[in-house]
Structures are given as structure tokens and as C-alpha cells.
């Protein structure tokens, strides 16, 4: 299946035009690491980052099939409220660095099942577990 759309929110300002500037250095080959990565031509041009709260409206609908979250700080309430939206999306894949007991005590629905666990290291040489769910039927 072709990727359609790849969408970022990004509640941090800030890091929201790091991630449209690091794009749009990619798209016209001006980033370093543009040529190792094998980027086809045109391959991102369905890419795109918006500053957001993806608790809240338009984003809580999350009509998305894949959701990746950077959650190490999300407070109870924050993944509370996307737990929530991720309950009532079209989400079938759901990445994430928060326990999946965490996930499930504050509201993800026991359709997603865990379908592994990685270590992903960060470029500052951190490791964090990361939680793969599946959305079942």
C-alpha cells in the first residue's frame, strides 16, 4: 500500500519549523544525509508538520492509520485525552514510549494489543523502550 499522507503535529512551536525546515532541506537535497537516506525524488512530498495539540480539535480526530509519539514527558491527563481519540480513530498502528500498562490504566481500549517492544536510540546516544500496538477488531 502506497503511503498517502504522513502528517506531523507538533505541540512545541519551536520544533515544528525544525521539523518543516529539516523537510524542506531533504526535499531539495541540501541535507547531508538526503543522499544515504535514499530519498526518491517527489518521495515526500505528501509529508508535511503543523504546531497543534493533538488532544484537541482538529487534531483529536486523528484520522490516521499510524501514530508515532515521542510521549516521555506526557503528562496522566495528556495521554488520558489521546487514549480516548485513539479509541475512536481509524489509528491501527500505534508507536509509543509510554508502558502499555500506563496505556491501558488510563483508558486505551484493550483492542490494541501489543504486538512488540524495541530499544530506539536517540541521536543524543539515549535508549528508550518503544511499545508497538495493534489495533484489533
Wanted: aromatic fraction near 10%; hydrophobic fraction near 40%; proline fraction near 4%.
Amino acid at each position: 500500500e502506497d503511503l498517502q499522507q504522513a502528517h506531523g503535529v507538533e505541540y512545541v512551536a519551536s520544533r515544528a519549523d525544525i521539523a518543516g525546515k529539516v523537510l524542506a532541506e531533504i526535499q531539495q537535497s541540501h541535507w547531508p544525509r538526503a543522499q544515504a537516506c535514499q530519498v526518491p525524488v517527489g518521495g515526500l512530498d505528501h509529508v508535511s508538520f503543523v504546531c497543534g495539540d493533538a488532544t484537541v480539535a482538529p487534531y483529536a480526530r486523528l484520522q490516521f492509520t499510524h501514530v508515532y509519539i515521542y510521549d516521555k514527558v506526557f503528562s496522566d491527563e495528556t495521554i488520558s485525552r489521546l487514549a480516548v481519540n485513539l479509541n475512536h480513530s481509524p489509528v491501527r498502528v500505534l508507536i509509543s514510549y509510554q508502558r502499555p500498562e500506563t496505556w491501558f490504566r488510563l483508558g486505551l481500549s484493550h483492542k490494541f494489543v501489543v504486538a512488540s517492544s524495541i530499544t530506539m536510540n536517540t541521536t543524543g546516544n539515549q535508549s528508550f523502550r518503544c511499545h508497538i500496538f495493534v489495533k484489533g477488531d
